[in-house]
């Protein structure tokens, strides 16, 4: 399953690359994004940025790629609704927004 996550999201990022623009960039939940996300069950929104494991920081809402969290929102799109895997069962999302924030360090 890595493997074919890795694989996909080589592929994503060969893709903006190739026609690089801030729309591009901001399409799709990239290692250095800044997601707005919208919990369905009680209609709140809450910021989460995907980083690198040594940056995670989760009192400021900055997860790992490689948690459970991360992992499942890695490569999501806007404006698309999931339903994630958390301790507590599942619950279901909508990913409002994106934004890439990563300037050679994480904001």
């Not at 990022?13 to 994004?33: P, Q, R, T």
């Not at 799109?77 to 990913?95: A, C, F, H, M, W």
């Amino acid at each position: 399953m890595v493997e074919r996550v890795l694989s996909d999201y080589s592929m994503i990022l060969e893709k903006i690359l190739a026609d690089f623009n801030e729309e591009n960039l901001n399409s799709v939940a990239l290692i250095g994004s800044k997601l707005e996300l919208r919990y369905l069950d009680n209609d709140t929104s809450e910021l989460f940025t995907i980083v690198f494991p040594h940056v995670a920081d989760p009192d400021k809402n900055m997860v790992s790629f490689l948690s459970p969290l991360g992992f499942q929102l890695l490569m999501a799109q806007k404006n698309e609704t999931y339903r994630l895997d958390v301790p507590s069962g599942e619950i279901s999302i909508r990913v409002e927004g994106i934004k890439f924030v990563n300037s050679g360090g994480v904001n």
